[in-house]
């Protein structure tokens, strides 16, 4: 009774890390769908994505466009998913970020800004002011998948709504919020 007792457990154990691997594997990985499937205006060069994490959904825009990469986290950290072309990284925050947008005289005109979870992090007036510094250094295009306040009233996407179209991604537990100029 005992020996079937902690076979079923094992096996349980087994199962169950198992499942937990691949979910972890296919989350950390793999770009999510929008940002392979949101068409990119042909006058970006160059991909920003703020909290870009191990660069997962730099894949799509890898060896088309330059690829800046913005995080807290220290660079000799960060086990990239992929070896990217050319990327510049930065361990910079966003309000870091948007006080260098602020201050510095950076064309943002043929660069596509992403996020995705990151935003929710900041306060509404965070997330304002990033949006307005980077609108005033010409970005023009944006997609950002972040929670929608329905679901998390605190973390959550705070920028004017009427700004963003919200593409439909049925499978997604996020939502896709995108400015996008062709
Ligand atoms: C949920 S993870 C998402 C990572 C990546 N975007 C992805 O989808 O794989 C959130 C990321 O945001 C970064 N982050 C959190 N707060 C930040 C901030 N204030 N400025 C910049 N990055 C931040 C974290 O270090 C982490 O890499």
Redesign the pocket.
């Known amino acids: 009774m005992i020996l079937l007792s902690v076979f079923k457990s094992a096996w349980f154990h087994r199962t169950l890390s198992k499942g937990v691997g691949k979910r972890y594997k296919s989350?950390?990985f793999e770009a999510?769908t929008c940002f392979h499937d949101l068409r990119v205006p042909s006058c970006v060069k160059q991909v920003l994505?703020?909290?870009?994490?191990?660069?997962?959904?730099f894949r799509p825009y890898n060896f088309l466009y330059k690829l800046w990469g913005?995080?807290?986290?220290p660079y000799h950290r960060i086990k990239w998913v992929a070896p990217f072309s050319n990327l510049n990284y930065e361990q910079?925050?966003?309000?870091?970020?948007t006080e260098i947008l602020h201050n510095d005289d950076i064309d943002l005109s043929k660069t596509l800004i992403i996020?995705?979870?990151?935003l929710m992090?900041?306060s509404e007036t965070?997330q304002l002011r990033f949006y307005f510094e980077a609108r005033k250094c010409g970005c023009r295009n944006f997609i950002f998948?972040e929670p929608p306040p329905y679901k998390h009233p605190h973390r959550c996407f705070k920028l004017p709504l009427d700004e963003f179209t919200q593409p439909h991604y049925p499978n997604d537990t996020m939502t896709v919020y995108a400015h996008l100029e062709y």
């Open positions: 989350a950390d999510a994505n703020i909290g870009c994490g191990a660069g997962r959904n913005v995080d807290v986290v910079l925050s966003v309000e870091q970020l996020s995705d979870c990151v992090h900041e965070d998948r």
